[in-house]
T-cell receptor
């Protein structure tokens, strides 16, 4: 079955440091890939996505490139801020067979803490 | 902008009791998904609905049932609650468009004592 493996946390960085959170996946087809962020006490928010190989998703300074050859979708940010502290989930969705089938398979999440 | 609304935010029940969680999707979203997130765990897909019909089923226990109503809101009914059902339950909705992202609510935290 489908699975997502992401870097275990927690990860602690100083403000303005470079961030990489690794994510690799296993899928039978050609999935769409996502990064979701979860702030304390809140739901999951879509951070960025990519739907096909070599696509780059980007948002709020975060980037991730869909690498089919390495089955990876690593999250990067050049200069993190304290407000980026949250739990980050990598996820995939297989092409749906009809509507209502675009369920997400999540990785285990990586807790990121940025210290001033 | 309107978001996915879940109620209640918090719920405390005793073992063997029942619970009903409600989800109100974003207007014009007719697809609803339910996820369960245990403490320190990743969200696990339970069930989804499209146009009031069940469209997919994941790791939902037989003690749980769900439905989507004519106004597209959805309810997750949980019976014979067990301690292990304590979790954060998320609802998500999306448009019936390929690759449409899922929009999540803030979740209902269920504690079973």
């Amino acid at each position: 079955g489908d699975s997502v493996t992401q870097m275990e946390g927690p990860v602690t960085l100083s403000e303005e440091a470079f961030l990489t959170i690794n994510c690799t996946y296993t899928a039978t087809g050609y999935p769409s890939l996502f990064w979701y962020v979860q702030y304390p006490g809140e739901g999951l928010q879509l951070l960025l996505k990519a739907t096909k190989a070599d696509d780059k998703g980007s948002n709020k300074g975060f980037e991730a490139t869909y690498r089919k050859e390495t089955t990876s979708f690593h999250l990067e940010k050049g200069s993190v801020q304290v407000s980026d502290s949250a739990v980050y989930f990598c996820a995939l969705s297989e092409p749906p067979e009809g509507f209502g089938n675009e369920k997400l398979t999540f990785g285990t999440g990586t807790r990121l803490t940025i210290i001033p | 902008a309107a978001g996915v609304i879940q109620s209640p935010r918090h719920l405390i029940k005793e073992k063997r009791e029942t619970a009903t969680l409600k989800c109100y999707p974003i207007p014009r979203h007719d697809t609803v998904y339910w996820y369960q997130q245990g403490p320190g765990q990743d969200p696990q897909f339970l069930i989804s609905f499209y146009e009031k019909m069940q469209s997919d089923k994941g790791s939902i226990p037989d003690r749980f049932s769900a439905q989507q109503f004519s106004d597209y809101h959805s309810e997750l009914n949980m019976s014979s609650l067990e301690l292990g059902d304590s979790a954060l339950y998320f609802c998500a909705s999306s448009l019936p468009v390929p690759n449409s992202p899922l929009h999540f609510g803030n979740g209902t935290r269920l504690t079973v004592t």
